[in-house]
């Protein structure tokens, strides 16, 4: 059976902060705090994931002192997708429940990217009533923003979480938003993700209100579609 998840990796992860806004991540001589914050990116995306935490850690205490509190976020944020690579979710739990405080308290549109990694982190340890709660956040921050593949990334993972969790009402409704968007967005895999969910999940069509059954030819592909 497929398992379908936000991302499997830093790389994955990272991948999703460029999307939704955070800065540049080349390397850079750690000369100051975006130095350290790029070269501990770096590190991660290599599997070095002590050195990385030590490089954002360096990176967090120049924030801190600068008073930069979206520095001190983002930086939060990083150390968080870590520990999750190196399955401390107690530890990535706290990183980006820091980093969303920051977030919510700049008002900053990041707070989409705490709310979906926390999400990850609930899922992985089995709270799947609060990895909902925290999709169900995003969603409502990304509803009508036009940006298509941030929305797709929430509604896909909200529609699996729901799923997990049982709540179908959530989960179908969702699913089919992220199959539309993939579509839209010409990624026929991850729509095909979110269809395949929706069989699983026994999600009524639109049209008729029966239970999405697998297509056997291309016409029934081109109706589910």
């Known amino acids: 059976m497929k398992k379908i998840t936000a991302w499997r990796t830093v790389g994955a992860a990272l991948a999703f902060v460029a999307l939704v806004g955070f800065s540049d991540m080349a390397i850079a001589e750690p000369t100051d705090a975006k130095g350290w914050s790029q070269l501990g990116t770096q590190q991660a995306k290599r599997g070095e994931s002590d050195a990385a935490i030590a490089s954002h850690q360096k990176a967090l205490k120049l924030y801190e002192a600068a008073g930069d509190k979206k520095g001190m976020a983002d930086e939060y944020s990083f150390l968080g997708l870590v520990y999750k690579d190196r399955s401390d979710l107690a530890r990535a739990e706290e990183m980006h429940t820091k980093a969303l405080k920051l977030y919510e308290e700049l008002r900053d549109g990041s707070m989409v990217a705490s709310y979906v990694f926390l999400s990850v ?32 990334t929430v509604y896909i993972s909200l529609g699996a979480a729901s799923k997990m969790k049982g709540d179908m009402a959530i989960a179908c409704p969702a699913l089919r938003k992220a199959r539309a968007l993939y579509a839209e967005l010409g990624e026929p895999q991850r729509g095909e993700e979110a269809a395949d969910l929706m069989r699983r999940a026994e999600c009524p069509t639109e049209s008729t209100g029966v239970a999405t059954a697998e297509p056997t030819d291309a016409e029934g592909w081109r109706q589910l579609g």
């Open 121 to 152: 982190v609930y899922k992985d340890r089995g709270d799947l009533a609060r990895a909902v709660e925290v999709l169900v956040k995003a969603e409502k921050l990304v509803e009508g923003s036009g940006k298509k593949e941030l929305m797709a």
